[in-house]
């Protein structure tokens, strides 16, 4: 069975800087993103990351602040989101996909974590 955890969220001046982390377990993930859904809108792409860290995609809101990276080792991939501002405020999810193809949409994702809360106060 897989699994998503997400962690590193909270509470962050704007300005500031947070670094999440999702952690997978039940078997070998390919493609992994990160999503999010802030209050009163739909859940949107933030960033993705292939298996092998070769390729990256970011929205353009997150162009320039946000780094998505990962350690196979651990199974592990990191969104760090420098110069947060408080239209980052939202849920952010972590996800997975079988295949080693970036997207940049919900539908391909096969596996979602729980989320974890970032808010950014002005």
């Known amino acids: 069975q897989v699994r998503l955890v997400e962690s590193g969220g909270g509470l962050v001046q704007a300005g500031g800087s947070l670094r999440l982390s999702c952690a997978a377990s039940g078997r070998t993930l390919n493609t992994m993103g990160w999503f999010r859904q802030a209050p009163g809108k739909e859940r949107e792409f933030v960033a993705a990351?292939?298996?092998?860290?070769?390729?990256?995609y970011y929205a353009d809101s997150v162009k320039g602040r946000g780094t998505i990276s990962r350690d196979n080792a651990k199974d592990t991939v990191y969104l760090q989101m420098n110069s947060l501002k408080p239209e980052d405020t939202a849920v952010y999810y972590c996800?997975?996909?079988?295949?080693?193809?970036?997207?940049?949409?919900?539908?391909?994702?096969?596996?979602w974590g729980q989320g974890t809360q970032v808010t950014v106060s002005s």
């Open positions: 990351i292939s298996w092998g860290g070769r390729t990256t």
């Open positions: 996800a997975a996909r079988n295949l080693d193809i970036v997207s940049t949409t919900q539908i391909s994702y096969d596996y």
